[in-house]
């Protein structure tokens, strides 16, 4: 009967080797919950920065969802891509991030990785673009199967969320 | 073209619009008309928003079939069958054309009336404008703008505030209506065809309507006057009956219902169930860790096992494996130190069984210990720090850097080794980092283990806790808020409820420990 509403905004991407970026995102949660309002998934525009690395997207987020335990809080995922004057999407960065569970205003930033190759796709995305990919999208917010995986350390993904509790103190939850 | 138009704004609907037009002669070739005829010539007429009314002329060409070829002139010679059926048109001099007709009205002919008779009261502005306007166009005609004509000037150098806020502003389409009167008059039995606009009515997208000239209830009528100086006299009333006050109030509830319907509907869909605080007085911690990320470690290429500590008393739900192995993640340099981003998720559903002790027994809370390591490019891992954490005891966000250190052996031996052979020296049970397993003393002395300090690692934690006695806390403040919005009860109610529940808080945690 709890219900949790998250509004915000993706506010953009730095530390990335260069901008023009765009970035998917997506909400995931646990069986008991249920998303009551506003839209699971989007997409931002591709921004070029004219100074500096900071990529603004200023992209809303607005989520009601519903729930009926605890287990299962949701998350955020991001895939940041780079679009090259050539018009083709590399990828760079995943990410994601579990939604604050105290109410209020927060700045949460969420580090990013992605994949790398064997020397031999390395020499090939070099001169050709393009990058590895994951098979499942649901690797980016799961641990299993992570020590197989080797990654680069890339940019961050910044948000402004605002989380607004309901009647979750009615059933003993304690969250600040 | 020069007119007063008056601008209202309207939310309703606009086939409500109704504008009654009272037109009488006053004066029959120059000569006062008598009493009499005064009553036979004056006439009055409602028109509804884009409802067609006929004039003579055009009840006797759409009245033939024949003249009528597109949908919109059939409809017309329909209306008009009917309206013969019905016994002849009701409008006699007053007509309108609307939205499809074509009217066809000389520049001179629109709108304005020529003649502002002098009258006791105060001349309005409109009847002002008007007879300004009227000399004004004594003047010769100024050249019309035509695009594409040869000799026509292309620019204007004078623009009027009409035209220029005319070409400023995005024109939105129109929706237009001219009201008009049919002024035929005979001369020595020729009929000589006049026909006078009245008032034109525009409406726009935004719900702007243009009324030129503006209503003149009760004011100086406008006058016309015609080619063989009959003068006519004409008043503009504004006949839209306001809405009832039952229909706003029904409107208003209508709302209410909709929105009333929609809050039930989500209520409804959200349910009423919650899963319940665990049983027997345990304490549920929800941890929602990550591992961010690591900085400032030596070698590239760096890992970070993760390893959640639980004391007595402690369980994990279902059947999670306590420890976490992140990616193997390539470094990137920022500022002076090389970051590797892990993004991995370290979660957990754990329950406290001993809540009563809580307060005296503070060591029995989890644990994270970690161990990072590095792996080059022959497979060799070797240990790059350990590190120990323990988790934070309150609910709500936290950001905690961990700092690491790793064993040394022999200064320069040790660092050879690390760079040329790999492995290094590393511990032999994880445990070791906080206390180690088969420790049971009183003083935990590591003296004469030397280390090396080495980067750190950055988790991020929510957690959440829910327990039974946290309902009862929940409870007991809505009482004591109800309470408090009562002032005069306040000091004796209060007292005695406050001592009602520690003494049933009391009982609650005798029989917790008994039931254990």
Redesign the interface.
Known sequence: MAEVHVIGELVGASEFPSGDLFCKWSASHGSGWRLLEGAREGQTQTDHPQDGSFSKWSHPIDLHFGTKGLQGWPKLSFQVFHEDFFGRHELYGYGFVTVPTTPGIHDVSCVTWRPVGSHRQQFSSFFLGGSPELTSDSLIHSCHDRQHLRTQAMGRVHLRLMIILRHLSHFGVEVS | MEHTQHLYRTEDDLKNFCIRVHLSKVSHGGRMAGSNTHQQEAESYIFSWQKKAFSQREYEFYGDAYNCTSALESRYSRDIARLRQEGGRQNGRLFCYIEGDQPNIPAELCGSPNVVEPSQSEPTFASRYFSSSAIRRRRPPRKQLLAGVGDEEPVLERPTVEERLAHRVPTPPLQSMYIMADLTHSVEGIDIWEEHLLCLIQVDDGGAVSVKPDFNSGQTPYRIETRNRDVYEYRLHQVMEPVPPEHIDQEKNLQEEIYRRKAEQ?HN?????????PEGGAL?V?L?G?I??AQGFEYN?I?VTAQLQLPEFWEVSGDQELS?????????S?HLYN?????????Y?LIYHNITTIEDDLAHWPCVLMEVCSLDSWDRHRVEGYGHLPLPS????HEVEVGTWRPSGTPVVDTLRRFFVGGASRLREMSYISKPSDFEGRHLSKYGFQTESSGTVDF?F??????????QR?QSEQLNHAISRHGGLRTSLAATLDVFQRARQKAASVAATLNY
């Open positions: 989500l869909l959200v349910g009423t169930q919650f899963a319940d605080p549920s929800v929602l990550e961010v990320s290429d890992y976490v192995v992140t990616q193997i993640s390539r470094t990137k920022k970051v590797a981003n892990f993004n991995c998720p370290f979660e559903d309150s609910p709500g966000v991020r929510n957690i959440i806790h829910q327990s039974s006695s946290s309902v929940f």
